[in-house]
C-alpha cells in the first residue's frame, strides 16, 4: 500500500466561509466606515484639499478676483530676496530661542513642584492650567495692561521703585521679549501638564531605592527620574517648538507686527500678504516654506531622539 506524503492540511478539503459570516463581516466592515467615514470626509476637506489649493495658489498670481496667472516657482524665489520676509524669519527665530528653552524649564519646575500631597494641591494644579485655556484675545489685552509704556502696571511698579520706565512693547528691543513672556505665562501650563503626568507615572521605589543608598534629592531627581523624563522632554520640546514657528494670535492682538516690523513673523507675514494685500498666491508660497522648515525641524528633532535611544513617537 502506497504511504502519501501529503500533509494533512493539504488534504482537508477547503470550504467557503459560511455566507452568514461573510454578511456580518460586511455589516461590521459597513458600521465602522459608517462611524469614521464623516469624520475622514470632513478631516479631507478642511486639510488635505485646503493644502492642494495653497500649493496650487503659490504657483500662481492672483488677487482673489482676477483670473489666476500661472508664474511656476516665481513666488519662492521672491521670497529668498525679500528683506522683509528673512526679517520675519529672524523675528520668528529670535522667539522660538526665547520662548521654547524657557517654556520646558518652566513646566519641568512647576511639574516638579505641584508634584506632591499638600492641601489644594489640587485647586493650584487647576489655577496653573487656567492661563492656558485662556483666549489669545484675553492675553493680548492683558499684556497691554501689564506693559503699556504709559499706563502700565510694570512701569508703574518701576516707578515706585525709582527705576526708569522701559518701553516695553512700543521699544523694537523689548517687544519681542514681551511676547515670549506673555506666551510663557499660558503655554508653560502645558509642558507643566505633561512632565507631571510622566513624573506620577514614575515608581516610588526608584525613588526610594536611591535614597536608601545615600542619594541626595538633587542626585535623586538627576539620576533616576530625569532619564525617566527624556522622552517627555522630546515630546514637548518637538511640540512647542512647532507652535512657537506658528505664533500669530498674540502678535495680532497686541503689537500687529509692530514697533517697525520688530514682531513681524512669518505666519503674520503671510496673512499680511494674503489677506490685506491680496498677494494670495505670494503668501501660500510663504505658508509652504513655513512648512517645509517645520517639517525639517520636527524630522531632525525626532532622528536626534531616536539615535539618543529617547524614543519619544
Given at each position: 500500500?502506497?504511504?502519501?506524503?501529503?500533509?494533512?492540511?493539504?488534504?482537508?478539503?477547503?470550504?467557503?466561509?459560511?455566507?452568514?459570516?461573510?454578511?456580518?463581516?460586511?455589516?461590521?466592515?459597513?458600521?465602522?466606515?459608517?462611524?469614521?467615514?464623516?469624520?475622514?470626509?470632513?478631516?479631507?476637506?478642511?486639510?488635505?484639499?485646503?493644502?492642494?489649493?495653497?500649493?496650487?495658489?503659490?504657483?500662481?498670481?492672483?488677487?482673489?478676483?482676477?483670473?489666476?496667472?500661472?508664474?511656476?516657482?516665481?513666488?519662492y524665489?521672491?521670497?529668498?530676496?525679500?528683506?522683509?520676509?528673512?526679517?520675519?524669519?529672524?523675528?520668528?527665530?529670535?522667539?522660538?530661542?526665547?520662548?521654547?528653552?524657557?517654556?520646558?524649564?518652566?513646566?519641568l519646575?512647576?511639574?516638579?513642584?505641584?508634584?506632591?500631597?499638600i492641601?489644594?494641591?489640587?485647586?493650584?494644579?487647576?489655577?496653573?492650567?487656567?492661563?492656558?485655556?485662556a483666549?489669545?484675545?484675553?492675553?493680548?489685552?492683558?499684556?497691554?495692561?501689564?506693559?503699556?509704556?504709559?499706563?502700565?502696571?510694570?512701569?508703574n511698579v518701576?516707578?515706585?521703585?525709582?527705576l526708569?520706565?522701559?518701553?516695553?512693547?512700543?521699544?523694537?528691543?523689548?517687544?519681542?521679549?514681551?511676547i515670549?513672556?506673555?506666551?510663557?505665562?499660558?503655554q508653560?501650563?502645558?509642558?507643566?501638564?505633561?512632565?507631571?503626568?510622566?513624573?506620577?507615572?514614575?515608581?516610588?521605589?526608584?525613588?526610594?531605592?536611591?535614597?536608601?543608598?545615600?542619594?541626595?534629592?538633587?542626585?535623586?531627581?538627576?539620576?533616576?527620574?530625569?532619564?525617566?523624563?527624556?522622552?517627555?522632554?522630546?515630546?514637548?520640546?518637538?511640540?512647542?517648538?512647532?507652535?512657537?514657528?506658528?505664533?500669530?494670535?498674540?502678535?495680532?492682538?497686541?503689537?500687529r507686527?509692530?514697533?517697525?516690523?520688530?514682531?513681524?513673523?512669518?505666519?503674520?507675514?503671510?496673512?499680511?500678504?494674503a489677506?490685506?494685500?491680496?498677494?494670495?498666491?505670494?503668501?501660500?508660497?510663504a505658508?509652504?516654506?513655513?512648512?517645509v522648515?517645520?517639517?525639517m525641524?520636527?524630522?531632525?528633532?525626532?532622528?536626534?531622539a531616536?539615535?539618543?535611544?529617547l524614543?519619544?513617537?
Amino acid at each position: 500500500m502506497a504511504i502519501t506524503t501529503e500533509p494533512v492540511a493539504a488534504r482537508r478539503p477547503r470550504t467557503r466561509a459560511n455566507p452568514q459570516v461573510r454578511r456580518n463581516r460586511r455589516r461590521q466592515s459597513l458600521e465602522g466606515w459608517s462611524f469614521v467615514g464623516p469624520a475622514t470626509l470632513i478631516i479631507m476637506a478642511l486639510s488635505v484639499f485646503p493644502a492642494a489649493w495653497a500649493l496650487l495658489l503659490s504657483l500662481q498670481k492672483w488677487n482673489g478676483f482676477a483670473v489666476p496667472k500661472f508664474i511656476g516657482v516665481q513666488n519662492y524665489t521672491r521670497l529668498v530676496t525679500d528683506s522683509e520676509f528673512l526679517d520675519a524669519v529672524g523675528h520668528t527665530g529670535v522667539y522660538v530661542i526665547l520662548f521654547v528653552p524657557a517654556s520646558v524649564l518652566a513646566g519641568l519646575f512647576l511639574a516638579v513642584a505641584l508634584n506632591r500631597q499638600i492641601p489644594l494641591i489640587g485647586f493650584y494644579r487647576t489655577a496653573i492650567f487656567v492661563p492656558f485655556v485662556a483666549s489669545a484675545a484675553a492675553t493680548g489685552i492683558l499684556s497691554t495692561y501689564l506693559f503699556s509704556p504709559q499706563y502700565g502696571l510694570v512701569n508703574n511698579v518701576l516707578r515706585v521703585l525709582g527705576l526708569p520706565a522701559q518701553g516695553w512693547l512700543e521699544d523694537t528691543n523689548q517687544a519681542m521679549l514681551v511676547i515670549a513672556i506673555m506666551s510663557l505665562w499660558g503655554q508653560a501650563a502645558f509642558t507643566t501638564v505633561i512632565y507631571l503626568a510622566a513624573l506620577q507615572d514614575i515608581p516610588n521605589e526608584l525613588i526610594e531605592s536611591a535614597r536608601i543608598d545615600g542619594a541626595t534629592r538633587w542626585q535623586s531627581f538627576w539620576h533616576v527620574v530625569w532619564p525617566q523624563l527624556s522622552p517627555v522632554t522630546v515630546f514637548v520640546t518637538i511640540w512647542q517648538v512647532i507652535g512657537a514657528i506658528q505664533l500669530f494670535d498674540l502678535v495680532y492682538t497686541t503689537t500687529r507686527g509692530g514697533p517697525l516690523d520688530a514682531t513681524k513673523t512669518i505666519v503674520y507675514f503671510l496673512w499680511e500678504r494674503a489677506f490685506k494685500y491680496l498677494q494670495f498666491g505670494y503668501g501660500s508660497a510663504a505658508a509652504y516654506v513655513l512648512f517645509v522648515v517645520t517639517l525639517m525641524i520636527t524630522i531632525a528633532l525626532v532622528v536626534y531622539a531616536r539615535r539618543k535611544n529617547l524614543e519619544a513617537f
